[in-house]
Each structure stands twice: as structure tokens, then as C-alpha cells.
């Protein structure tokens, strides 16, 4: 008698250790292009339809979308050394490499960018409202300056941690 809670439970805990790339990977791939991709687009201007507009509020969801794929990509990492590590998969020529490509410095590296690089747009978003006597501000210009500066500052504080546990 199969318990459907319980082993259902089981069974997706299998999946996540022995198959991480379908689980986490792939889909966080998709999610962090789909995110870039749409985000860069509008971060520029909306994009109109006939019947539509994609604006800043579309920016939010797809910024949003970038760091959940983030988040799922880190996942994986994780996952696979968790699995590697306690023996649950065997070690690849593939897994060496990326210890040998991914390291720490360079992940602080990539990481403290990130994180200036989101200082720098929120410094101009706060002078942008100091320029207005920090008063009523176009929201929809404000925004494609602040919502890039919140991801690029998530995307580098984890990955600066990331990297702390990677190594």
C-alpha cells in the first residue's frame, strides 16, 4: 500500500538529489532568460500592442523572474553538491571543472559588481528625487532606474554568498 503523503514526499526528494537539471536547472535557465531578456526590453521603453502595454509593472514581474531563476540555477549548485559530496552521484570530469572555473574570488568578484552596480542606479534614483526637491516623481521613469538597481543588488548579495558556500 503506497501512503500518498509520505511517498509522494520520497519520491520528489529522489527526484531533487539523482535529477537536479530537470528539476532546477533547466527551468531556471528559462525563467533568468526569459527575465533578462523581457527586463532589458523594458527597461528601455514599454512595449506596445494594439490592445496592451508591457510597462513598468511588467519590469517588477520580470525582474522577479530573473532572480527566481537565479535562485532555482543556485539550487542546483547546491543540489549537485549535496549529492556528489555525500556519494549519492559520482563525481564527472564535468563537476571538476566547473570547482576549477567557479571559485570564490571570482564569485565575490562578480558579486561585489553586482552589488556597486545597484548602489550606482540607486544613487542616481535618489538624485533623481532629490533633483525633483523629493517631491512627486514619474513613476514610470523612476522605476526602469530603481527595480534594475533592487535585482542587480539581490543578484549580487547572492551571489556573493553562493560563492562563500561553493567554496
Known sequence: ?????????RHLRFLM???PNWLFLYPGIL?????LIISSILVVNPIKFE????????????SAFL???FQFIIFYGLTKIFAVENELLPKSNR????????NLEKGLIIGFILVCIGLILSYKGLSTWKSANFGTLNTST???TIIPAITALQLGIQ????????S
Request: proline share 0%; no cysteine; hydrophobic share 55%.
Open 51 to 62: 490592445s496592451f502595454t508591457l510597462d513598468v509593472h511588467t519590469l517588477l514581474y520580470t
Open 17 to 19: 538529489l539523482y535529477a
Open 142 to 144: 523612476t522605476l526602469r
Open 95 to 102: 563537476y571538476n571543472k566547473l570547482f576549477k572555473f567557479i
Open 1 to 9: 500500500h503506497l501512503k500518498t503523503w509520505s511517498d509522494g514526499w
Open 67 to 69: 532572480l527566481v531563476g
Open 159 to 166: 551571489t556573493i554568498l553562493f560563492s562563500f558556500f561553493f
Open 31 to 35: 525563467l533568468a532568460l526569459v527575465g
